[in-house]
């Protein structure tokens, strides 16, 4: 089944401390996004990646690390979570940049 | 900053009439669109794709766009409660970035 996946679902900790949402597909696409998203403001991209290797800043990169050694794995790394990252999380991936992108089912990031 | 506006509603129809969802968009050179459905809690959904100038239908679905107007809207006829949700506007910008609208919450009275 085609697929992006992601770990973990649910997620509270504590300030500082840190910690790393994983996010994998299996469709073999090239374009790789994350996205949080809080009342109000709809979805806001965070970092995207068009390719192994190639990753870029979305509109709100600060306090957020990514990677993407693997085309099906790009993870989201919050090195020094602070209370203002709590928010749901949405990986999401598509064929390239010009195709529609599919989800992930969310991670809900609870920093206290 | 570009930008993707929709009525946060909720837009409340019984079941069985026409739904019209509004968005309009900021990027004159945007040239692809879509409509994405999130229910509580979900991920969202992709339930249409727009790229010209005009109408497409899809079942109970039809995507209208209107460049010159900077405007797209989704109808969902025969309404049934289970269309009940939020529906993201997105639109593809000039540096191919998605820009998602606030969604409109969408209520169907059974």
């Known amino acids: 089944e085609a697929q992006v996946t992601q770990n973990p679902r649910y997620l509270i900790t504590v300030t500082g401390k840190k910690l790393t949402v994983t996010c994998s597909q299996n469709?073999?696409?090239?374009?790789m996004s994350w996205y949080r998203q809080d009342p109000g403001l709809g979805l806001r991209q965070i970092y995207y990646?068009?390719?192994?290797?190639?990753?870029d800043k979305g509109d709100v990169p600060e306090g957020y690390k990514v990677s993407r050694k693997e085309k099906r794995n790009f993870p989201l790394i919050l090195e020094s979570p602070s209370p203002n990252q709590t928010s749901l999380y949405f990986c999401?991936?598509?064929?390239?940049?010009?195709?529609?992108?599919?989800f992930g089912d969310g991670t809900r990031l609870s920093i206290l | 900053q570009k930008e993707v506006e929709q009525n946060s509603g909720p837009l409340s129809v019984p079941e069985g009439a026409i739904a019209s969802l509004n968005c309009t968009y900021s990027d004159r050179v945007s040239q692809s669109f879509f409509w994405y459905r999130q229910y509580s809690g979900k991920s969202p959904e992709l339930i249409m794709s727009i790229y010209s100038n005009g109408d497409k239908e899809d079942g109970r679905f039809t995507a209208q766009l209107n460049k010159a107007s900077q405007y797209v809207s989704l109808l969902i006829r025969d309404s049934q409660p289970s269309d009940s949700a939020t529906y993201l506007c997105?639109?593809?910008?000039?540096?191919?970035?998605?820009?998602f609208g606030s969604g409109t919450r969408l209520l169907v009275r059974p």
């Open positions: 999401a991936s598509s064929t390239d940049r010009y195709q529609p992108q599919h």
């Open positions: 990646s068009m390719n192994v290797e190639v990753t």
């Open positions: 997105a639109v593809r910008d000039s540096s191919y970035k998605l820009i």
């Open positions: 469709m073999n696409h090239e374009y």
